[in-house]
């Protein structure tokens, strides 16, 4: 288990891989796996047998888990992927910002 910058509701930027340079939001980060599931990004597809609780059975599909090293938290302002610089502020509380043009992601 590892700290990360990735938070969810982040948008990002995948970086390798057959979803290469398409972007999306965060919709849950898992630190134990280091892994991050990105909306409408590898889509996966699973068999699910009907249950009580979900009447419809067949194939599903879902988005699947991505490494958290294969996607970049994208900066509207650079306009890519920019890696993450943490800053203490004033209040002793730190804040993550684009370590290219400084802006702030919180």
Known sequence: MGKTSIRKNDMVIVTAGKEKGKKGK???VVPEKKRVIVEKINFIKKHQRPTSAQKQGGIIEKEGL???SNVMIFC?????GVRVRHQRLADGSTERMCA???ESFD
Do not use: F
């Open 100 to 102: 290219g043009c400084g």
């Open 76 to 80: 509207e302002k650079c306009g890519k």
């Open 26 to 28: 965060v919709l849950r």
């Open 66 to 68: 991505i490494h958290i």
